[in-house]
């Protein structure tokens, strides 16, 4: 096996930015970026943090085929297979929906194209994925196999995001990243500071399971959700669902400062960052640290359904 530790690790620690704007001149807040869009190209953000000791651990267990869950434009799919093939392991994905067309959609072609063997579940099987029974069966369907929960969100995960702060070595105040399963802010939770705020801003409509499930991914510490804060407001309808307002703004971001946001996950946070520093959320030269999680090969998939009539 390849050693994609070796080879990832050469992009560590990303690199922090600094955001300039007159919104954020006038209220006295700086804002930095942490680019941990730029740890690989097709590995991209915490989507690599997530796998990092998931790899690890099935390279340890001599298992070399990873079996994951997601959704079609899932970038934790996308990024399984990519560190797959650079790690030389085998990769399963089962994909919820049966009536996808792979070749139709861009983040599915690419996995396959990187060795990803995809299987389709209706969503009802997909649902019983965490079953030991349905587990049972794709054991025997695809032999001995490690496998990842959707979205890297396992213990493994969380010990991976843990890094991306450990590496900030600046005092910020406020942290800043966008949630799905949690895990991210989970694994950052772990190792703030007591005088740190960590703010995290959900894709999903629905995320009141968000704080139960940080609270568990964190290791239980009931203490530690005091310095937690899920922002809600700013979904705009849903997990990959946009407004032509969330549009213009991702698009306004990158020509003003050269830096591309995907529109399900980073551009809903840097929107509700702006909103929040508008309505005077931050006191007066408070340092906010957002975190870029990656996940631009989502971009190519979503402008090709946005051109279709
Ligand atoms: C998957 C993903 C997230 C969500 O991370 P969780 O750890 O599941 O909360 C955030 N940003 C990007 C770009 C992602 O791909």
Aim: with cysteine; hydrophobic share 40%.
């Amino acid at each position: 096996m390849q050693d994609i530790q070796t080879l990832l690790n050469r992009s560590l620690p990303t690199p922090v930015e600094q955001i300039y704007a007159p919104l954020l001149a006038e209220r006295g807040i700086q804002l930095f970026i942490k680019r941990d869009d730029l740890i690989h190209p097709e590995v991209s953000g915490n989507k690599w943090r997530k796998l990092k000791y998931n790899l690890a651990e099935a390279q340890r267990l001599h298992l070399d085929t990873i079996l994951t869950f997601g959704g079609a434009w899932s970038n934790h799919i996308a990024a399984t297979a990519a560190a797959c093939r650079l790690a030389g392991m085998k990769s399963i994905g089962i994909i919820r929906g049966e009536e996808l067309d792979e070749e139709d959609n861009p983040t599915l072609r690419k996995a396959k194209e990187n060795g990803m063997c995809l299987e389709f579940v209706s969503r009802e099987n997909y649902r019983r994925k965490n079953e030991t029974d349905f587990m049972w069966s794709l054991q025997q369907r695809f032999g001995e196999f490690y496998s990842v929960p959707e979205g890297g969100a396992n213990a493994h995960g969380v010990k991976g995001c843990a890094e991306i702060l450990n590496e900030v070595k600046e005092h910020y105040d406020v942290i800043c990243a966008p949630c799905g399963t949690g895990a991210t802010i989970a694994g950052m939770l772990s190792v703030l500071k007591p005088n740190q705020m960590l703010l995290g801003f959900p894709a999903l409509k629905n995320a009141a399971f968000l704080e139960n499930e940080i609270h568990r991914l964190a290791g239980g510490k009931k203490e530690l959700m005091n310095n937690c804060r899920i922002m809600p407001g700013y979904h705009f309808g849903g997990y990959a669902r946009h407004t032509p307002e969330l549009l213009r703004f991702t698009k306004d971001f990158a020509e003003h400062h050269r830096l591309e946001l995907d529109f399900v996950y980073t551009g809903k946070m840097l929107f509700g960052i702006f909103d929040l520093i508008r309505k005077d959320f931050f006191r007066q030269g408070t340092k906010v640290l957002a975190i870029h999680t990656g996940g631009l090969q989502g971009n190519t998939g979503i402008f090709k359904t946005l051109r279709k009539p």
